[in-house]
């Protein structure tokens, strides 16, 4: 899967970012964004609590895109979570 590949690469990119520079908002960001698209929501959730930490009040480009990625992440999260609870109609018990 091409797209799959290129969201390693570039998680790895940002990997090598950070071993630079753990604060760096852009790697951040990339690295949570390729992250929730390869759905490791955890390796994205550290991103985003590290993120948070970082004032992005002048960078309004990156502010926007953190917002709609922590929607996006709250989301599928979310119906993650969903899923996995879901219970079979078969697996209740009648008594």
């Known amino acids: 899967m091409i797209e799959g590949e290129i969201f390693e690469d570039a998680v790895t990119l940002c990997n090598i970012a950070l071993q630079n520079d753990s604060s760096n908002p852009e790697a951040l960001y990339m690295h949570a964004y390729c992250c929730v698209?390869?759905?490791d929501f955890?390796?994205?959730k550290e991103s985003l609590v590290e993120l948070s930490t970082i004032d992005l009040r002048?960078?309004?480009e990156l502010s926007?895109?953190?917002?709609e990625l922590l929607?996006?992440?709250q989301s599928i999260t979310k119906k993650?979570?969903?899923q996995k609870f879901k219970l079979h109609p078969n697996s209740i018990?009648?008594?």
């Open 71 to 73: 929607q996006e992440y």
């Open 58 to 60: 002048e960078d309004e």
């Open 37 to 39: 698209s390869l759905g």
């Open 64 to 67: 926007l895109g953190l917002a």
């Open 42 to 44: 955890e390796a994205a």
């Open 80 to 82: 993650n979570i969903k």
């Open 93 to 95: 018990q009648k008594k």
